[in-house]
């Protein structure tokens, strides 16, 4: 079945440091979607990426999606303790209609 | 304010009794998720519908679970019966169509002892 992988799995960084997640998936994806969950939440809607090698920006995020819409990456620039929680990749799958969440990402941010 | 709303928040229940989960999708979403949250196995989809019929519940332990939307504006998740391994952090999520972004309820946290 449909696997979706996310590396790192822990990561913790200095506050001002960037900080980079990537999601590989075992097949080819129609779309796919970004989370964040934090500590104690529910996971949050951030973006979507749906073309071949897609790159899209939100402030200091930057998301890719591969060329070969089998991976995608998120990327932090100088993070804040703000940026503090899980990050999940979610293929898109199923006409549409599946959404299938990878391992995530879990971030710290110290002071 | 839209949003998804999932009851009970919390539940602690003694292994093989039945516990059913609600939630109440967003007015006008068609489809609606069903995820299961551990340490262990992270987020995994256990089952989802569309327009009220269900597409895939091949995430469920069919033998205990089974999950059933009786109108557009209650889906239901039920457990029976309840073991220890069930423990989790039950979320349902709802969408307005395909390739649209998941809106997330509070989750229901269940503890089963």
Redesign the interface.
Known sequence: ?QQVMQIPQYQHVQEGEDFTTYCNSSTTL??I?WYKQRPGG????LI?L?KSGEVKKQKRLTFQFGEAKKNSSLHITATQTTDVGTY?C?A?T???????????TQLKVEL | DARVTQTPRDKVTEMGQEVTMRCQPILGHNTVFWYRQTMMQGLELLAYFRNRAPLDDSGMPKDRFSAEMPDATLATLKIQPSEPRDSAVYFCASGLSRNTEAFFGQGTRLTVV
């Open positions: 079945g129609s779309n979607q529910h996971p949050v809607f979507q749906v999940f979610a898109v199923g006409g549409g209609n599946k959404l299938t969440f990878g391992t995530g």
